[in-house]
């Protein structure tokens, strides 16, 4: 799966949801990778500022601990930004393919 690539990538991803909300506006954010079990709320709020910012978002099958622990973080974490543009591209493909 594409997302265990994330590690390598750190440096161009932003965690949590807080911060990703907040990095959307400054237009570096090239998709919003979202926790399959990360609470209605959250995605409501991630997906709605994804829309309004026209931000390409997917949900995946990760539960919050496992998403962060793919980036090497010991907290749960709901959301994730990539913003790198050829590894969000990976990201939507594979997405896409199954």
């Known amino acids: 799966m594409v997302m265990q690539g994330v590690t390598k990538k750190k440096e161009k991803t932003v965690l949590g949801t807080e911060l990703v909300c907040r990095e959307m506006p400054k237009k570096r954010v ?11 709320q959250t ?6 500022k994804s829309e309004f910012y026209k931000i390409p978002y ?11 622990s793919l980036l090497g973080k010991g907290a749960a974490c709901a959301a994730v930004a990539i913003l790198d543009e050829r590894f969000a591209d990976e990201i939507i493909k594979a997405a896409v393919s199954k």
């Not at 995605?43 to 709605?48: E, G, N, R, S, V």
């Open 30 to 40: 090239k998709l919003v990778v979202i926790s399959s079990t990360a609470s209605e």
């Open 58 to 68: 997917v949900e995946v099958a990760l539960d919050t601990a496992h998403l962060a």
């Open 43 to 48: 995605k409501k709020k991630l997906i709605t």
